[in-house]
């Protein structure tokens, strides 16, 4: 484990990059931020984002908070009834998937879509990790005001991926494939309806 106290500071100028992100989200505040369009089915979707930068060695971490669950807006549109119709059916069977954050580290080749690939590993909301389109459940479940403090160590000779929240560790998430040590890895963010 990596005790909190001796990571590495934060990377200078790295912030969230519209050229790595998914066309639905916002990023605000300097790149510091993620919010997300919330009407015409956008409210479905998961939504990605990257940072303009990434790492090969050391010992880094970003920290991540819920501000806000976010509810669709009522789209107004052409096909207005069937779409708001439809958003809120699909959310009436699935309250847990509703307002989802799936954070973690990734290469600049993994799908936007965090942890449904072999090039990054995510933690969600609902306490469970993401690798390679497998899920397990992990540390703890999260919410509104948590922060969930995301390291990586390329350090240690099995460069891993672990999570702390409010400051708690939670332990070693994942070990990254010796195929995969060579590559830069990028913080990485996932969000469905949240800010």
Known sequence: SIPLEQQQPYIEDCQLSYQTSDLEIEILEHGTRLSTIQQAGFELLWKAGKTNCGVLQGKYRFDVKILSFLDSVPYKGDMSLQKNI??????????????????????????????????????????????????????????IGDIITCCIDLENPEHNISYFKNGKFLGISFTIPSKHQHKPFFPHICIRNVA
């Open 86 to 143: 439809f958003s809120r059916s699909i959310f009436a069977n699935e309250q847990n998937q509703k307002h989802m954050v799936r954070i973690g580290w990734s290469t600049h080749t993994a799908k936007n879509n965090l942890g449904v690939d072999y090039e990054g590993s995510g933690y969600d909301n609902n306490g469970v990790k993401h690798y390679g389109g497998k899920q397990k459940s992990y540390g703890e479940k999260f919410g």
